[in-house]
C-alpha cells in the first residue's frame, strides 16, 4: 500500500508541477524575446555610432588641416610685420 501512496503522491506532485515549468518557459521566452530586441536596439545604435565617429574623425582632421594653414598664414603675417616694425623703430631713433 505504501508503494502505491508514494508512486501516486509522486504522480500527483509531477502533475502539479508541470503547469509551473510551463508558466516558467513562458517567462522565460519572453525574457528572450525582450533581450533579443534590446540587442538589435544596441546594435542599430552601435552602428549609428559609429558613423558618428567617422563622420567627427573626418571634421576634426578637417579642421586641424584648417587651423595649420591658420597658423602658418599668422606666422607670415608675423614675419612680414616684424621687418616693417624693426625700420620704424629705427627710424624713431634717429
Known sequence: MTRKNAWARLAVAAVLSLPLIGCKDTKTLQENEQLKAHVAELQKENGQLGNNLETMTVARDTLMKENEALR??????????????????????R
Not at 598664414?73 to 631713433?93: C, D, H, P, V, Y
Open 72 to 93: 602658418a598664414e599668422i606666422k607670415a603675417l608675423k614675419t612680414k610685420r616684424s621687418g616693417t616694425k624693426a625700420a620704424s623703430r629705427k627710424r624713431r631713433r
